[in-house]
């Protein structure tokens, strides 16, 4: 399909799928997803209101794209906060490694400006930006999706749809930045229109699977284990749970 009609499509599907959560309620449930669809959404609008070739579509980019990038860390951590809801130490500790990730990932942004020859456009510093928190981000989601593949955890439905079509529309999203600077033009045009591709499937997916009915239904991630061992894998995560929260609360107290 033409790129162009791709763009339309993406707009369309945007604005439709935050109407939908708008109407029903869950945008004060997932509330970065929806501000972050929200900036996707002002980015892909203005595209078509800017000429292209201007230096003012050209800083407005940058700028937006900065912003989108820093909001996929927040979805993440939203990501994590629903997914381990009742694993409060679990969450604790894996979020702050998030944070912690992102801090160095930042700190190792810059190290290029260093070491490699200086970028001359305000795109390629987005890049030695972007690439970094990319590639941080891209681990964790890749880590959480494991962690529901292997353990029975039930979460709600909306969740399981938020999550699968957050990973694939995020893995999609980073193989794009990553490999942007390393392909001809002709393969970028190629990589643009697959990108665009996905993210329109993943805008319809949640279009669809998304509304408020799922969030009254559970689903069980995980590999199909007997009763026993599943058992066995719940209780494992209560106790690494149950000694995350006693050493913050030694932590604090300590404190």
Known sequence: MDQRALAVLQLVALFALCLKLWHSGLRKIYVFF??????????????????????????????????????????ILELYSIVLKDLEGIANIAKRYIKITLAFAICLSLLPLKIEKTPTTLTGYLFIFE??????????????????????????????????GYAVYFVAEAASILFWNNLGHISNRWLSSATMSISVA??????????????????VTGYHWGPAQEQKLLAQLAAINASLLRSAKKIDTDQ
């Open 131 to 164: 690439r970094p928190l990319m590639s941080s981000l891209f681990l964790f989601i890749l880590l959480l999706a494991a962690f529901l593949v292997y353990y029975p955890i039930p979460i709600g439905r909306n969740v399981t749809i938020y999550l699968i």
């Open 202 to 219: 993943c805008l319809i997916f949640w279009i669809l699977g998304l509304n408020r009915r799922g969030e009254q239904k559970v689903v």
């Open 34 to 75: 929806f501000l972050y669809l929200v900036l996707e959404f002002a980015q892909a609008l203005l595209s078509f209101l800017v000429p292209f070739n201007t230096m003012f579509y050209r800083d407005f980019y940058v700028a937006s794209q900065s912003v989108i990038v820093c909001s996929y860390a927040f979805v």
